[in-house]
């Protein structure tokens, strides 16, 4: 593995194009895959340091994923991501995870789904009405909890329309059946 020296200057203008070409709706997408990847790069005396244990690489990636979703830590993200594992490493990582994918797997539109509308991939739940949700106020953990089987890069995408002016606004929300479980 291929690291960046802490002392090595870290190429602020490279962090920017970075977290420019991540779609939105893909951090969480992301930010798994990169506290995956610091995990692994850990010594054992930093696991130690994290956790109070020398191999408890599970809550290292749970302290990590609750620190980096926090909004605005994608700059700290990327930076720490360049320091620990490498500038070079973390590029291909992210080009690994064919981030312009990622939206094509998480909805789809079908004639026999909801009359055509944009629906979660798998799902009767149309796009329109969880953007309308969040726009409304709605918090995302009450998303959660209402559809349970929409993961994290789906509810990301659906926040990230909601900020999206006009995204959705001119679709008519035709009913069906929405399965919450």
Do not use: H
Not at 51 to 77: F, K, N
Not at 161 to 175: G, L, M, N, W, Y
């Amino acid at each position: 593995m291929i690291s960046q020296s802490q002392n090595d200057p870290i190429d602020l203008d490279l962090v920017e194009q970075v977290i420019a070409l991540v779609p939105e709706e893909t951090w969480s997408v992301v930010i798994d895959a990169v506290v995956a990847n610091l995990v692994d790069a850990m010594s054992s005396a930093v696991l130690e340091r994290l956790t109070g244990s020398l191999d408890d690489v599970e809550s290292a990636e749970e302290i990590l994923l609750d620190y980096y979703r926090a909004e605005d830590r994608q700059e700290e993200l990327i930076i720490d991501a360049f320091k620990i594992i490498g500038t070079e490493n973390t590029l291909y990582l992210l080009d690994s995870l064919q981030l312009g994918k990622c939206v094509e797997s998480l909805v789809e539109s079908n004639p026999a789904i909801c009359s055509g509308q944009l629906v979660f991939k798998g799902t009767r739940i149309p796009v329109a009405v969880v953007v309308g949700q969040l726009r409304a106020g709605v918090l995302l953990t009450e998303l959660q909890e209402d559809f349970p089987q929409l993961s994290r890069a789906a509810l990301d995408y659906a926040e990230a329309q909601a900020r999206t002016p006009k995204a959705f606004e001119s679709i008519d929300t035709v009913p069906c059946s929405v399965n919450v479980q």
